[in-house]
């Protein structure tokens, strides 16, 4: 099997984690890595043993081969990366959220599109094995026609502590979680017509909302309501888990806390845990998530071979972006906000 090289772009907190699971599948090797602050870049390198380091970028894709680059910086910094490494002729997986803007996300979509290279979005929520093992249970047709969901992140998580920046961006909840959330239903339920939203600041000392409320008309005609916050004190926390409650015509399917499972019928209820694969680099606090990066990577892997198709592309992604800011807009507004279906 032909191994495919590639580079890292950013060394932040979650630059770690996204290396590691590279390293679980065979067929890819990191060779480069990239960050403004080289020091760091530096001692990312020596952990995994990583041979390159640079602090340019334009410098990494004139010098190294890669056939592709993996972008974790900043997403004030993802239109300009991902077009540099377009203009190059480097395949693309960049980082949730793509882009600060729907504009900049169409344009790099279209700029990847025009030049010949494909665009990923590394959106690894929809990885979570209780949320896949939910999707077969959905797909089995055992609870029938689904006419109502509702899908919560709620907890106090102190995601700051490791995150300290996202304490000043001015559009917090809905573009950080609120991007997973609404690509989970979307893989889940499929797309929306149209939606409702509501948005709040709890914590004094932010600048964005933490608590987001959106209600969505599905064009299945199921009615889906997603719940965030971090701001929300409960008797059993479990980050970060997803819960979800959904009621068919034939029976209702729980993903409940601690990873189970519950699908009840007429026949009565039956239930399996679910837990994610353990592996020993990730974050005890973190692992729901980090760990769903493996599964995450070898769909795009596969798809970067040429061996099938990626279900979180540049152009599938821009669906999950459009709620983002619908639902920014019709929290600003107060209106409920219609969506381009079939696009």
């Known amino acids: 099997m032909h191994e495919l090289s590639f580079a890292i772009l950013g060394t932040g907190f979650w630059a770690r984690y996204q290396l590691a699971a590279w390293q679980e599948l065979p067929g890819a090797r990191c060779v480069a890595l990239y960050n403004r602050t080289v020091s760091k870049a530096e001692a990312l390198a020596r952990e995994f043993g990583i041979p ?35 203009r190059h ?4 997986i960049c980082q ?23 665009l990923f979005v590394h959106e690894n929520w929809r990885w979570q094995t209780p949320l896949r093992a939910l999707k077969k249970v959905l797909a089995s047709g055992v609870v029938g026609r689904v006419f109502r969901a509702r899908v919560t992140y709620s907890n106090s998580f102190p995601v700051f502590d490791n995150q300290p920046f996202l304490k000043e961006v001015e559009q917090f909840i809905l573009m950080d979680i609120g991007t997973h959330i609404l690509d989970t239903t979307r893989m889940l339920f499929g797309e929306a017509r149209r939606l409702c939203a509501r948005t709040t600041r709890v914590r004094p000392d932010i600048r964005g909302e933490d608590v987001a409320t ?27 888990e997803t819960y979800v409650l959904v009621e068919g015509a034939e029976g209702s399917v729980e993903l409940a806390p601690d990873y189970w499972i519950r699908v009840t019928t007429r026949e009565g209820t039956m239930a399996r845990r679910h837990p994610p694969p353990y592996f020993a680099w990730a974050d005890a606090r973190y692992a729901l998530a980090q760990t769903a990066g493996v599964a995450c990577n070898a769909n795009l892997l596969m798809a970067l071979r040429g061996e099938g198709a990626a279900e979180t592309t540049g152009a599938d992604n821009l669906k999950t972006l459009r709620l983002v800011f619908a639902a920014y807009e019709s929290a600003s507004s107060g209106q409920a906000v219609s969506l381009p279906v079939g696009e």
Not at 60 to 85: P, Q
Not at 89 to 92: D, F, L, P, S
Not at 96 to 118: F, I, N, Q, R, W
Request: hydrophobic fraction near 45%.
């Open 89 to 92: 002729g480097r395949a693309v």
């Open 52 to 86: 390159s380091v640079y602090g340019d970028v334009e410098e990494l894709l004139r010098k190294e081969r890669v056939d592709f680059v993996d972008i974790i910086t900043d997403v004030s910094t993802h239109r300009a990366f991902v077009e540099l490494a377009a």
């Open 96 to 118: 949730k959220p793509m882009a600060p803007t729907l504009k900049d996300a169409e344009a790099m979509v279209e700029g990847c599109a025009a030049a010949g290279v494909p």
């Open 214 to 240: 959106v209600m969505l008309d599905m064009v299945s005609g199921a009615t889906v309501v997603c719940e965030m916050s971090y701001a929300s004190r409960l008797e059993e926390e479990r980050f970060p």
